[in-house]
């Protein structure tokens, strides 16, 4: 695949195969992401890379945890709601999902269900939990760090054929996380990524979600042109 057809190409998905991932592949994948910049070379992460019974322990405690009303438990800052073209832009994606999904605004049954989907992650064969070293909280290339490997991870995952969401519904409920998956204590919980072969047959596999355009984003400064 060329560089473009990946990068214009994907989307998150949020429906998968039953069929399990190689762990070859996944260990191609992952070579690939790792050639992702950082901050002074740190590589501040670790990817926990979780299928068969642990997995399943994760998406039981999730949705457990996430029924029963105990309180989101995300290990990093996450500032005040969205709002403005933020909140916005939030609802705008919703509502291509559930326009696909078929979910009307008051089907409150069918939110809940899709929602819990995400504790479930998207019921995928595989699950990356995204991590870093605690010695390096507090600083903020860290996250940067993270959210640039991840994105990485998810790319060169489609350039291979394979689906992926990056997620924070899969953590929210971190001490179930860390348990199932092993994660010792020294290094902090930042996101969770869905991975597996894209469904076809789902219909918000093929929400191509919106984006600002180069105009909106970008403030040229000291151009001729
Ligand atoms: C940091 C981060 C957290 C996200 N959390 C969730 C999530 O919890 N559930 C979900 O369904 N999608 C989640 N997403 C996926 C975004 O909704 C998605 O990337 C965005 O709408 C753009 O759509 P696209 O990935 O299809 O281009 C998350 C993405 C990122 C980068």
């Known amino acids: 695949m060329q560089f473009d057809d990946v990068i214009m190409g994907r989307r998150s998905i949020r429906g998968y195969t039953r069929e399990p991932v190689p762990r070859a592949l996944i260990e191609e994948v992952v070579a690939l992401a790792l050639r992702v910049p950082s901050s002074y070379n740190s590589q501040p992460w670790h990817l926990h890379v979780v299928t068969g019974e642990?997995?399943?322990r994760i998406r039981a405690g999730n949705t457990e945890r996430t029924l029963s009303g105990v309180p989101d438990s995300r290990e990093f800052r996450k500032g005040?709601?969205?709002a403005g073209p933020h909140r916005a832009r939030q609802i705008?994606?919703?509502k291509q999902l559930f326009a696909a999904m078929g979910i009307a605004r008051e089907d409150t049954a069918g939110r809940q269900d899709w929602v819990l989907r995400g504790f479930r992650q998207f019921d995928a064969p595989?699950?990356?939990i995204v991590t870093y070293d605690r010695e390096m909280d507090g600083n903020d290339d860290t996250p940067f760090d993270c959210g640039a490997i991840t994105t990485m991870l998810v790319?060169?995952?489609w350039s291979r054929g394979l689906g992926a969401v990056i997620n924070s519904q899969g953590i929210m409920q971190s001490p179930v996380v860390r348990e199932h998956a092993g994660i010792p204590d020294d290094q902090v919980i930042m996101k969770a990524v869905a991975l597996g072969w894209p469904d076809e047959t789902f219909p918000a596999n093929a929400v191509v979600s919106e984006r600002?355009?180069?105009a909106d984003v970008v403030t040229f400064t000291g151009f001729e042109d």
């Open 54 to 56: 642990p997995l399943e």
């Open 80 to 82: 005040k709601p969205y």
């Open 92 to 94: 705008g994606v919703a």
């Open 126 to 128: 595989v699950c990356v």
């Open 155 to 157: 790319n060169a995952a």
């Open 212 to 214: 600002r355009g180069v």
